[in-house]
């Protein structure tokens, strides 16, 4: 089955910098590569994601990168604000499934204002 | 309701206790998952549904656990015979299959506490 690996994970920057975030997967064949933000105590929400067929896809201050040669992807956010601050979370298709995801293990965000 | 609704949000019981969730999808929703999540990780799959069909179930859910989705709507998911590394946080998500296969709406969770 599929191996999600994610990096850093804690990362603390100062607000209106940048922050990216770096995960790699294991399974050529997967094709679906979604982030998820959970703020604490909240429901992780999906806040962009990418499929196999483009290299990069762009959402006002969020972008997600893929390069399916290294097999990895990143999320970058530009101009962070405090609101930012939460755990990211990156995901994969599980080999062979139909809808189940594996998840790496988070990065926790911190926006210092 | 627009969203994805669990219930009960917290659940505390004795070790050797069963505890029974539920997870009422999106409404027009055809597939529901459910996920475990423990501090400081990711949601772990455990098993999914489409429609009342339980499609596929992981080997994190041992005999202990069952899930059901008798209507093809609401799931419940028990855990009989509680053990203290059941402690989670046990999320529902759901999609809708013609949107693809991974647009996953999460619920807020049911965090169980075994004491």
């Known amino acids: 089955g599929e191996n999600v690996e994610q990096h850093p994970s804690t990362l603390s920057v100062q607000e209106g910098d940048s922050a990216v975030i770096k995960c790699t997967y294991s399974?050529?064949?997967?094709?679906?590569f979604p982030w998820y933000k959970q703020e604490l105590g909240k429901r992780p929400q999906l806040i962009i994601d990418?499929?196999?067929?483009?290299g990069e896809k762009k959402d006002q201050r969020i972008a997600v990168t893929l390069n399916k040669t290294a097999k990895h992807f990143s999320l970058h956010i530009t101009e962070t604000q405090p609101e930012d601050s939460a755990v990211y979370f990156c995901?994969?298709?599980?080999?062979?499934?139909?809808?189940?995801?594996?998840f790496g293990k988070g990065t926790k965000l911190s926006v210092k204002p | 309701d627009t969203g994805v609704s669990q219930d009960p949000r917290h659940k505390i019981t004795k070790r050797g206790q069963n505890v029974t969730f539920r997870c009422d999808p999106i409404?027009?929703?055809?597939?529901l998952y459910w996920y475990r999540q423990t501090l400081g990780q990711g949601p772990e799959f455990l098993t999914y549904?489409?429609?009342?069909?339980?499609?596929?179930k992981s080997r994190l859910l041992s005999d202990r656990f069952s899930a059901e989705r008798p209507k093809g709507s609401f799931s419940t998911l028990e855990i009989q015979r509680t053990e203290q590394g059941d402690s989670a946080m046990y999320l529902c998500?759901?999609?809708?299959?013609?949107?693809?296969?991974?647009?996953?709406?999460f619920g807020s969770g049911t965090r169980l506490t075994v004491v």
């Open positions: 998500a759901s999609s809708l299959l013609s949107q693809g296969l991974y647009g996953y709406t």
């Open positions: 399974d050529s064949a997967s094709n679906y």
């Open positions: 990418i499929r196999s067929n483009v």
């Open positions: 995901a994969a298709p599980n080999g062979g499934s139909q809808g189940n995801l594996i």
């Open positions: 409404s027009e929703h055809n597939r």
């Open positions: 549904f489409q429609n009342e069909a339980q499609l596929e």
